[in-house]
C-alpha cells in the first residue's frame, strides 16, 4: 500500500482522491435538493449534505484505498469526521482572511480563496489526517511530511 518507507504510492493517491471526487459530488448533489427541491435552510442543508459527503469518503476510504489496514468502527469514523472538520476550518479561514483581512471582496476572490486556496490545503490536511490518525498502518513511525 505505501512505498518508499512512508511515502504515499500512486494507488494511495489516486483512492484518496477518488473517494474524495465521489464525497464531493454527494455533497455537492445533496446539498442542491436540499436547498431547492427539499426547502431547507443552507446551514441546515450543508450540515446534511457534509456528513453524508464523509461517510461516503470514509466507506470509499476503508473499502478502497485503505482495505488493507485494520482500523475500523466508530472511533475510526469519529476521527475521520474530525480530519473532514479540520479540513473545513482551513477552507473557512482562507476565505475569512481573503474577504475581511484583505478586502478581497469580490465573488471572483471569495471563490478562489474558499474553493481553490482553501480547498487545496484542506485536501493537502484532509489527506495527512487520514492516513496518520485514521487508517494509520500498524508500526509505521512518522508521516509522509517527514
Known amino acids: 500500500m ?3 518507507g512512508g511515502r504515499p504510492d500512486r494507488r494511495e493517491l489516486l483512492g484518496f482522491a477518488a ?5 464531493y ?3 455537492l448533489a445533496l446539498f442542491t435538493w436540499l436547498r431547492g427541491p427539499a426547502g431547507l435552510g443552507p446551514l441546515t442543508a450543508k450540515v446534511l449534505s457534509f ?11 476503508a473499502c478502497g484505498t485503505y482495505r488493507g489496514t485494520r482500523v475500523r468502527g466508530p472511533r475510526a469514523y469519529a476521527a475521520f469526521c474530525a480530519v473532514n472538520l479540520a479540513g473545513a476550518a482551513v477552507q473557512l479561514l482562507c476565505l475569512a482572511v481573503s474577504h475581511y483581512g484583505l478586502g478581497l ?9 474558499g474553493a481553490v486556496v482553501g480547498m487545496a ?13 485514521v487508517f494509520r498502518q500498524e508500526g509505521r513511525v512518522g508521516s509522509w511530511t517527514g
Not at 473517494?19 to 464525497?23: M, P, Q
Open 25 to 27: 459530488g454527494v455533497d
Open 2 to 4: 505505501r512505498a518508499g
Open 19 to 23: 473517494a474524495g471526487l465521489l464525497a
Open 51 to 61: 456528513v453524508a459527503g464523509c461517510t461516503v469518503a470514509y466507506v470509499g476510504n
Open 105 to 113: 471582496t469580490s465573488q471572483r476572490a471569495d471563490t478562489v480563496s
Open 121 to 133: 490545503l484542506a485536501t493537502i490536511l484532509r489527506f495527512w489526517g487520514t492516513r496518520t490518525w
